[in-house]
């Protein structure tokens, strides 16, 4: 959901076009006021207000040991990101607030964006402070279980490491490469207007390419700086290393790494970043390595490398893609089917914008989700594939070509583990993720299936076919443009 939510507050920035009325009607502020300084005004009070509820709920968890206090303060902080985002939204386009920002720093390419966008981004980080006091405790009484259990233990963090780690691990992910789009975009949109032959050639098509071939370098060299920001250095030799890099090369799966993910005990995650060799990283935090049975840590390893085996980062983006084009192409065709005006009207252009950004947010949820299900069984048949030996024992040990029993407890197993020592309920729904217990059921509902092929593989399947057809519909009349001129 943060993700999610960083996005919203960058799109809406960057699809302004300038001073208009979309307050008139129901709303004017006068004129010459400074009224965009409700922004961060109204943004300050709302944390006071959620700063106290949370407190509040921590004492009811103290005194009561009421644990639903947990859910409600992690609520309460939710509604207030929320709140900052549409806050921002009206700032933008009822108060003036980009305009106050540009009146200052000027129409710079991200600059501007940015610091309009601080608001709502320190809004986002207050969420972590607020949340402290509540996450200190379950750290406090995880630490007695973790001792009864003989695992590793971390101190809690201190309130300032903790919002840094949030900012870090979980924030700059998407704020980087959103920043970076945007203004190269702007570069170019600026190159084009003072240079109109060479945005003129290819029949206007050379500044899209320009912006096109930017976002792809931007996101090909991310991970290479995130691995700096998040502070990831290279996993020493030994069995744990080969037995990731067996893995690995076991699918044709190439990748630096691996990485240790140094969080401090914080976070328990595996992930691969990047798009494509040598800019694509496989990481692995130091609670998560602490935490698993070298079993459980394969099946992990081997979620991984489905993302990379299945294009899944590839695909995911070509969904979101063909459903936004889709939705623009509908909202055209609707729009001269019943004569709407939008095209007219900038403000129904912008409402048709975020529109569509709405639907491929639903469509980026729903193949996500699909998409973690498919790992999950990806990793189930490596599992049994290899039996309890693991990639260095004796190869396949599959006997009947099905999944088995210990495959799928292995990687329900670490599915458990994961949840319970980031202090998440395993019935809490995720965007991206879904639910652990969701995940949990359908892992354990492989056992006795084929190895070979698995009802979400065929599922996924159909995904893909729907995106590459929906992208080639939605890039016909493209492309027979380009034929015809």
Known sequence: MLHLLVILIFVPLHLYDGPSSWGEGF????????????????????????????????RRLDRRGEVDAIRKAETAVLAFRLACVAILCAGVYLLGWLEAVRAVVGDLPAVDEVIAAAPAIAGLV????????????????????????????????????????????????????????????????????????????????????????????VFAMTPAILRLV????????????????????????????????????????????????????????????DSLTTRQLEGVVAHEVAHVRRRHLLWLAASVLAVLIVTGWGA???????????????????????????????????????????ADAFAVQHLSRTGAGGVAGEGDAETDGRITAEAAASMAGALTVVAELNGMSIDKFTWRHGSIAERRRRVLALVGT???????????????????AMLLVGMTPLIVGLVIG
């Not at 630490?143 to 695992?151: A, K």
């Not at 252009?349 to 699909?370: D, K, P, Y």
């Open 27 to 58: 709303f004017s502020p006068p004129r010459g006021g400074a009224w965009w300084t409700g922004v961060p005004l109204s943004m300050l009070g709302l944390w006071g207000v959620t700063q106290a509820y949370v407190a509040a709920c921590g």
């Open 126 to 217: 207050a969420g972590w402070w607020t949340l402290y006091p509540i996450e200190r405790r379950l750290r406090e009484a995880m630490m007695m279980r973790h001792l009864h259990e003989g695992r590793t233990l971390y101190a809690p963090p201190s309130r300032w490491k903790f919002v840094l780690a949030g900012l870090r691990h979980n924030l700059l992910i998407v704020a980087i490469p959103i920043t970076l789009i945007i203004g190269w975009q702007e570069m170019v949109e600026d190159y084009a207007a003072s240079h109109r032959g060479w945005a003129r050639s290819l029949d206007g098509l050379t500044p899209v390419l320009a912006q096109i071939a930017g976002a792809v370098v």
């Open 230 to 289: 998040w502070d990831a250095t290279p996993i020493g030799e030994g069995p744990l290393r080969s037995m990731i890099r067996e893995t690995c090369a076991r699918y044709r799966v190439r990748v630096r790494g691996p990485l240790l993910w140094k969080t401090g005990g914080t976070i328990l995650n595996g992930a691969i970043l990047g798009l494509v060799w040598p800019f694509r990283y496989l990481l692995f935090t130091d609670a998560l390595l």
């Open 332 to 374: 055209e065709l609707a729009d001269r089917v019943f004569d709407l005006g939008l095209a007219a009207d900038p403000h129904s252009a912008t409402l048709v914008s975020v529109g569509s950004l709405v639907v491929a947010g639903f469509a980026f949820g729903f193949v996500s989700r699909r998409f973690e299900w498919q």
């Open 450 to 468: 084929p190895v070979a092929r698995s009802k979400i593989d065929r599922q996924v399947g159909w995904i893909k076919i729907a995106a590459a």
